[in-house]
């Protein structure tokens, strides 16, 4: 069972960038979240997806970060717009892994992002 994470990487602050997680091709992701991790921090729950297509975020990112889930292509994604200083991070992403009956709580490896003053 196996989350790939990418996307991560070095922006100036307003900038943009996409977080993907990709799950084993036999699951079926159904619950989709994001966490992060800042030096020195505690990891803290960025946004979430339920398995009803419902949609959370912590008010430091809400306006700027959509969560959402293409379950086609059995991947999960982070859009982040108008990056700032203060969302440097380690991402995480975290899910629901479905296969037939049987739940599957999974963890992705991780992936910075950097944002520039």
């Known amino acids: 069972v196996q989350l790939q994470a990418s996307g991560g990487g070095l922006v100036q602050a307003g900038g943009s960038l996409r977080l993907s997680c990709a799950a084993s091709?036999?699951?079926?992701?159904?619950?989709a979240n994001w966490y992060r991790q800042a030096p020195g921090k505690q990891r803290e729950l960025v946004a979430t997806?339920?398995?009803?297509?419902?949609?959370n975020y912590a008010d430091s990112v809400k306006g700027r970060f959509t969560n959402s889930r293409d379950n086609a292509k059995n991947t999960m994604y982070l859009q982040m717009n108008d990056l700032k200083p203060e969302d440097t991070a380690v991402y995480y992403c975290n899910a629901e892994l479905q296969f037939g009956v049987s739940v599957y709580d999974t963890w992705g490896q991780g992936t910075q992002v950097t944002v520039s003053s």
């Open positions: 997806i339920s398995s009803d297509g419902s949609t």
């Open positions: 091709r036999r699951f079926r992701i159904s619950a």
